[in-house]
C-alpha cells in the first residue's frame, strides 16, 4: 500500500514537471543542517539505505520506485545531458553524474528525495540500490529546492574480481577540482574533432561489440 | 635561419594534422612535411571505411585476403586485438558480425609510422597535434593543454582544464570522451552508452597504446585503469561538472601535470 501510494506521487510528479526530481512527502525532511546525517536520524532522514536501522516502509516504498520508473528515470538523465551541451551555464548542476551515477540508467540519482521546500544546503542520501553490477548509492546536495549536486557514494561493481581491481586501483587516484583557464601551450589535448565520419567511426568500432 | 620553429598543418583522414619543427633544416622541412602527410593519405587510403575502394573495405567485403593487402593492415588488426587483451577488453575494435572496425586507432598508429618521416628535416624538436592526440620528440619539453570537456570543435586556444608537460618521460597524449563524442563510445561489456567519465586523458610514450587506452577507459570505466597503470600509463580523468563551471577529477600520482 505504501509502495504504490508513492508510485503514484512520483508518477504525478513527472507530469507535471518532467524536469524535477520527484518530491516524495511522505518522507520527512531531516534537519536542515544535516549534510549527512544518515546515521544520526534513520527514521525521519531520507537516507534509507545507509542507515543501520532504516524506517521500513521509507526504505519500501522507495525499492518500488526504481522498479516503476526506471524507463522516466533514463530519459530525464537525457535531458539533463542534453542541457549540458547547449548551455554550460545551468546543466552541470545534475548533469555531472559521477562515474558510477553515469554509468548506470541510475535510479538511485533521481529516486533521491528531494525537498524543494528546504530553504538551506542540505546532502540527502538515496536508498541503496543493489542490482546485476553491485550496490548504488547517492547523495544529493539540495539548496532552495534544487539540485546542486550528485554524487555517488557507492560504487557498483560487476564482480569479484572488479571489487579486487577498484580496491586497488582508486585509492591511488589523486582527487582533483579542475576550472578552465586561458594558459600559453603549444598544443591542447582534446578528444578528435573533425569530420562526423570519424566520430561514426568510434561510434562503429565500440557499438558493436556487442559491441 | 635555423633558430625559427617550423609550424603547418597539413589535412588528411578529414583531420587537421600540425606539426611543429624546432630549427628545421631549412631547405628539408617542408619534404619531410609532405612526406609525412603523404604517409597519412596512404594510411587513409588503405584503412578508410569510407572509401568504397580502400583495402580495408575490400578485405571486409571479402573481396581480397589480408596475403592480398599491403601487410600494414594485418599489422593493424592484430594491434586491435592486442590492445583488447592489454585493455581488459575496454578496446574493442571487433563488430557484432565478427569482422574488424580497426578505426579507433589507425589515427594513432598512422601518426606514429609517419611521425618517422619528420627525422629528414634534422629539427631540434617536434611536435605533432594530430586531431586532439600529440606526440613530441627531441631534445626540448612542451607545455600541451587538456581541453576542457564542454568545448566542442578545434579546443585550441580555448582556455584548458589543466596543462602537461610533454618531452620527458611522456613523450604521447591521447584524449578521449568531452563534449565531441559523448554518447559515441559505448561499454563493450554492458553494451550501453558509455558515461563513466567526461573525459579521460592518458599520458605515455606510445600514441597508439595512450590512443587504445584513452578511448577504452571512456568506455570501459574504472576497471580499465588497473591495466593503463600496469602499462605505465599516467591518467587524468574527469569525473564530473560543477554547477560553477569547474570538474571534478582525479589524476594518478604521476600525472605530469605543471599546474
Redesign the interface.
Known sequence: MVAGGCAAIVGAGWAASPKELPSLDLVAPSSPESSAGAEASPSASASVGSSPSPSPSATEALDDDHDDDHEDEVEIEDEH?DG??DD??????V?????TA??E?DPVVTSAPAEPAQPASQSVDGPVVTNA?GEFQARITVEGGTV??VQAIR?G??DAQ?VQ??A???P????????????????????????P??????????????? | MTTETFRTTVQAMAMPFVVELDEPDPVEAEPAVAAFHADLVWADEVFSLWKDDSYLSAYLRGEITLDEAPHELREVLEACEWYRGVTAGGFDARRADGTLDPTGIVKGWAVARASVRLRAARASGWMIGASGDILVGGDRTRRIGIADPRVTGDPAGTPVIDVVELGGQFTALATSGGAQVVDHIWDPVTGEVARHYMQVSVAGRDLVECDAFATAIAGGGPRIVPAAFERGLEVLLVTGGRYDGAYDAKTSPGWPSVR
Open positions: 545531458e549540458d551541451d554550460g551555464d545551468d546543466a552541470p548542476v548533469a555531472a553524474p559521477t562515474e553515469a554509468a540508467p553490477r546542486t549536486d560504487a561493481t560487476q572488479s581491481i577498484n586497488r586501483a582508486i591511488i587516484l589523486r582527487e582533483e577540482v579542475l576550472a578552465a583557464q586561458s594558459w600559453d601551450v603549444a598544443a591542447v589535448s582534446g578528444a578528435s574533432f573533425t569530420s565520419g570519424f566520430l561514426e567511426s568510434v561510434r562503429g568500432a565500440f557499438a558493436s561489440a556487442g559491441l
